[in-house]
């Protein structure tokens, strides 16, 4: 096996003898393995050791374990502990995740504070095998059945060639120690389900599986590469990239025989799920919006807008005089009349003399100010306006300005400005609806 190790580390990481590796070891048999492997083949590296205290003295006994085994074979040993338990819970966070969180932003610093060039981990070819099914089983696109990568930004994974029946008999045959993690012989996460009861009766089926499997791999890879291939055409034909947001032209968007399957491409790496809704929103009224975690998506007549939640769609709507409806981004009707009647958050009445056309509607941006109607000309920043009437990130983010010149002069559907208010000398009167 160390001979196949050493071809794989050849072809595919060609340079690693130069550089310096960060060795991340539990004290599990395959980080162990790993280690060995590192050494016979005159690797440079250090090893890093996370202690999560979730198994009371066995976590400090690992820890123990794997500092022993760097000190007998002089190896730079790192480690450090957490209380993943706390963070899990002030974070909200499966213990898995949170570890896993906690895991890499720890070998980030080392690797960034001790000059490595990559980190490497122990995966296998069945830790890939185990990822495909549980995506398979939580529905998932290509890109979650290609396996785990051999290499992603500054994590190589030097194992993933390799069974875990081939590292299990080079551990045996070569007298090697390791810890024992007493979780891996239960089935409470879904990974050890597939480990103890799918992956036997597949390779009962054929003995042969893990090859198959590997072919599967490489042919769900090429095939990927001719969905991404395929994908970047029909980008430069469909979308515009603007400087803080892309529009996808919905004309030439339903050309495509199957475009579904574009949006998905283009918008799941933006951390989009909605797929039934985004796939409407090709024919919903101007203004609809889906979100994801940090982007919004946004229909606009013959658009859709994709921007940052953080930065929101920076650009304006025009509204020219004389307009007696609008329907982008919201919908709005514009009438003049004789008297005012009750003002309500969907009802303004202003004084039209007071308007300097064309009016705009644009998001909120930092440092806007306003005079709220009913506080005697007093300014107050819409940001603190929105605190005070504990609006969410949401519906911050969904908040729209009817602006005259530099002048807000309605907070729609919240709050009119002072300036723009009926008085005695008003000659004209203005309503404006809110009818979305």
């Given at each position: 096996?160390?001979?196949?190790?050493?071809?794989?580390?050849l072809?595919?990481?060609?340079?690693?003898?130069?550089?310096k590796?960060?060795?991340?070891v539990?004290?599990?048999?395959?980080?162990?393995?790993?280690?060995?492997?590192?050494?016979?083949?005159?690797?440079?590296?250090?090893?890093?050791?996370?202690?999560?205290?979730?198994?009371?003295?066995?976590?400090?006994?690992?820890?123990?374990?794997?500092?022993?085994?760097?000190?007998?074979?002089?190896?730079?040993?790192?480690?450090?502990?957490?209380?993943?338990?706390?963070?899990?819970?002030?974070?909200?966070?499966?213990?898995?995740?949170?570890?896993?969180?906690?895991?890499?932003?720890?070998?980030?610093?080392?690797?960034?504070?001790?000059?490595?060039?990559?980190?490497?981990?122990?995966?296998?070819?069945?830790?890939?095998?185990?990822t495909?099914?549980?995506?398979?089983?939580?529905?998932?696109?290509?890109?979650?059945?290609?396996?785990?990568?051999?290499?992603?930004?500054?994590?190589?994974?030097p194992?993933?060639?390799?069974?875990?029946?081939?590292?299990?008999?080079?551990?045996?045959?070569?007298?090697?120690?390791?810890?024992?993690?007493?979780?891996?012989?239960?089935?409470?996460y879904?990974?050890?389900?597939?480990r103890?009861?799918?992956?036997?009766?597949?390779?009962?089926?054929?003995?042969?599986?893990?090859?198959?499997?590997?072919?599967?791999?490489?042919?769900?890879?090429?095939?990927?590469?001719?969905?991404?291939?395929?994908?970047?055409?029909?980008?430069?034909?469909?979308?515009t990239?603007?400087?803080?947001?892309?529009?996808?032209?919905?004309?030439?968007?339903?050309?495509?025989?199957?475009?579904?399957?574009?949006?998905?491409?283009?918008?799941?790496?933006?951390?989009?799920?909605?797929?039934?809704?985004?796939?409407?929103?090709?024919?919903?009224?101007?203004?609809?919006?889906?979100?994801?975690?940090?982007?919004?998506?946004?229909?606009?007549?013959?658009?859709?807008?994709?921007?940052?939640?953080?930065?929101g769609?920076?650009f304006?709507?025009?509204i020219?005089?004389?307009?007696?409806?609008v329907?982008?981004?919201?919908?709005?009707?514009?009438?003049?009349?004789?008297?005012?009647?009750?003002?309500?958050?969907?009802?303004?009445?202003?004084?039209?003399?007071?308007?300097?056309?064309?009016?705009?509607?644009?998001?909120?941006?930092?440092?806007?100010?306003?005079?709220?109607?009913?506080?005697?000309?007093?300014?107050?920043?819409?940001?603190?306006?929105?605190?005070?009437e504990?609006?969410?990130?949401i519906?911050?983010?969904?908040?729209?300005?009817?602006?005259?010149?530099?002048?807000?002069?309605?907070i729609?559907?919240?709050?009119?400005?002072?300036?723009?208010?009926?008085?005695?000398?008003?000659?004209?009167?203005?309503?404006?609806?809110?009818?979305?």
């Open positions: 096996m160390l001979l196949k190790f050493k071809k794989n580390i072809e595919n990481f060609p340079s690693i003898t130069s550089q590796i960060l060795l991340a539990s004290g599990g048999i395959d980080s162990m393995i790993l280690a060995d492997l590192f050494l016979k083949s005159n690797i440079n590296f250090a090893v890093v050791h996370c202690n999560f205290k979730l198994r009371d003295a066995s976590s400090d006994l690992d820890q123990k374990f794997v500092e022993e085994y760097c000190n007998q074979n002089n190896i730079p040993f790192f480690t450090t502990s957490f209380d993943t338990s706390a963070f899990s819970k002030d974070f909200k966070l499966s213990t898995q995740v949170a570890a896993r969180k906690l895991r890499y932003n720890y070998f980030y610093e080392i690797l960034e504070k001790e000059n490595f060039d990559f980190i490497a981990t122990a995966h296998h070819l069945d830790d890939s095998i185990e495909f099914f549980i995506n398979l089983s939580r529905g998932t696109g290509i890109d979650g059945l290609t396996g785990i990568p051999i290499q992603n930004n500054k994590i190589i994974r194992l993933l060639h390799l069974s875990r029946k081939e590292i299990e008999n080079y551990a045996f045959e070569n007298t090697l120690a390791w810890r024992e993690d007493a979780s891996n012989a239960t089935d409470y879904l990974r050890n389900k597939i103890h009861h799918l992956t036997p009766i597949l390779r009962e089926i054929n003995p042969s599986f893990s090859e198959s499997f590997q072919q599967t791999l490489k042919n769900l890879k090429q095939t990927q590469s001719l969905v991404d291939d395929a994908s970047r055409m029909v980008y430069k034909k469909v979308v990239d603007e400087l803080d947001y892309k529009k996808i032209n919905i004309t030439e968007l339903k050309k495509l025989p199957n475009f579904s399957a574009y949006l998905y491409q283009w918008l799941q790496p933006l951390g989009f799920t909605a797929w039934n809704d985004i796939y409407k929103l090709v024919e919903a009224k101007t203004g609809k919006q889906i979100f994801s975690e940090k982007y919004q998506l946004l229909i606009n007549r013959n658009f859709l807008i994709v921007a940052p939640k953080s930065k769609i920076d304006e709507f025009r020219d005089k004389g307009i007696s409806e329907n982008v981004p919201i919908n709005m009707l514009f009438c003049k009349v004789a008297k005012i009647y009750n003002t309500t958050n969907k009802t303004i009445f202003v004084d039209y003399e007071k308007l300097q056309f064309p009016l705009t509607l644009r998001r909120w941006k930092t440092g806007d100010i306003f005079q709220p109607l009913g506080m005697n000309g007093r300014s107050k920043k819409v940001s603190k306006f929105f605190k005070d504990k609006l969410s990130i519906e911050k983010e969904n908040a729209w300005l009817l602006c005259s010149g530099y002048e807000i002069v309605w729609i559907g919240l709050r009119a400005d002072e300036r723009f208010k009926i008085s005695n000398i008003t000659k004209t009167i203005l309503q404006i609806d809110l009818t979305s």
